[in-house]
């Protein structure tokens, strides 16, 4: 089920961004992926299926956004080396 949520935007918002809304739309909607992804609240995989991009560019654009992909752990380290 496809839900969609309005927000209320002011005219010089776009024009100070020389957006349109619908460009503005996907550009917070990339921000919102990636900042729910830092957070820990919406996993890589989910992240790129809303966006409808490869798992591995939202985790390229993550990574620019800095965001940290992986923790120095040791659990981190057993699950990435068993897909070796």
């Excluded at 820990?40 to 966006?51: D, K």
């Excluded at 991009?53 to 993550?62: D, E």
């Amino acid at each position: 089920m496809k839900r969609t949520i309005e927000i209320d935007c002011p005219p010089e918002i776009l024009i100070g961004l020389s957006l349109n809304a619908e460009s503005f739309a996907s550009y917070l909607k990339r921000q919102a992926a990636i900042s729910l992804f830092k957070e820990g609240r919406m996993s890589s995989g989910t992240a790129a299926s809303w966006l409808c991009i490869p798992r591995a560019h939202f985790l390229q654009l993550a990574w620019d956004a800095g965001a940290v992909l992986l923790e120095n752990s040791e659990d981190d380290f057993n699950r990435e080396t068993a897909l070796l």
